[in-house]
């Protein structure tokens, strides 16, 4: 099976499997929020199933041991691709992203970003937008979730870069507590705004904790030093995995 067929294999796996998880999940929400996590949970890991058995796409995780056995996190993720998104709802327990509001407005995807609490950003809000997001993210904090935020605020191409924000240092001081990095190579495998799939192996990297403390500067400076460099190694990693025919 060529790459094109492989890629519309999967794209019609996806949409097709998405639309059944998200009406027959729709029927359970009401029930509990714990409910809701178990079906976005057999989403990410239905669509990594069909990454594998139809994209040949591998998924490697490393340095999860970086991530608290117990309690919440906040984690700033390198931002290259929609698997981006999906991938932290089959690792941890509880996870919020951070996600822009209009995201709410879409049809059952909104009604499960609403039923478990997902952070809402607007971003033409400025400071006001900015205190609310610090002040939801506390109540996710104080009920052992764990935050998700894309510190570039949207997604790069493999190999961009953009700038990054500051509602990731916003949080880092208010919230108390320590950062964990992210890095991947995503971008490689499932390019933004492209068709295709390419075979090969996407990893996602934990990396050290910043533990809090630093003030903005040095926290923002050793949090886009770390992301970016390991993000580098994981791409010059990925190239080589990607099949030569």
């Not at 970086?66 to 991938?87: E, F, R, V, Y």
């Not at 006001?128 to 935020?149: E, F, H, N, P, Q």
């Not at 950062?179 to 995503?186: G, H, Q, T």
Request: net charge positive; with cysteine.
């Amino acid at each position: 099976m060529n790459l094109w067929l492989r890629s519309l294999g999967f794209n019609i796996y996806l949409y097709l499997m998405t639309a059944v998880v998200a009406v027959l999940g729709s029927l359970a929400m009401p029930f509990s929020e714990a409910a809701t996590y178990k079906i976005m949970r057999c989403w990410s890991l239905l669509t990594n199933f069909g990454l594998r058995h139809i994209c040949k796409i591998n998924i490697e995780l490393r340095g999860l041991e970086n991530i608290p056995a117990h309690g919440p996190a906040l984690i700033a993720c390198k931002h290259q691709s929609m698997w981006d998104t999906i991938i932290f709802l089959s690792i941890l327990p509880r996870p919020v992203y951070i996600l822009k509001k209009e995201l709410a407005l879409i049809p059952f995807f909104g009604w499960y970003t609403l039923r478990t609490g997902m952070v809402r950003v607007d971003r033409d809000g400025h400071a006001s937008a900015l205190k609310k997001m610090i002040t939801d993210s506390k109540l996710c904090i104080d009920a052992g979730k764990s935050l998700v935020i894309f510190p570039e605020g949207s997604r790069a191409p493999a190999g961009g870069k953009l700038d990054y924000k500051p509602g990731i240092a916003a949080l880092y001081h208010q919230l108390g507590v320590g950062c964990i990095p992210a890095a991947l190579n995503s971008g490689m495998f499932w390019p933004r705004r492209q068709f295709l799939r390419y075979p090969g192996a996407i990893v996602l990297s934990f990396l050290t904790p910043i533990a809090p403390g630093l003030n903005r500067r040095d926290f923002m400076a050793t949090l886009e030093e770390r992301i970016e460099a390991a993000t580098n190694g994981l791409l010059a990693e990925g190239a080589a995995t990607i099949p030569s025919d």
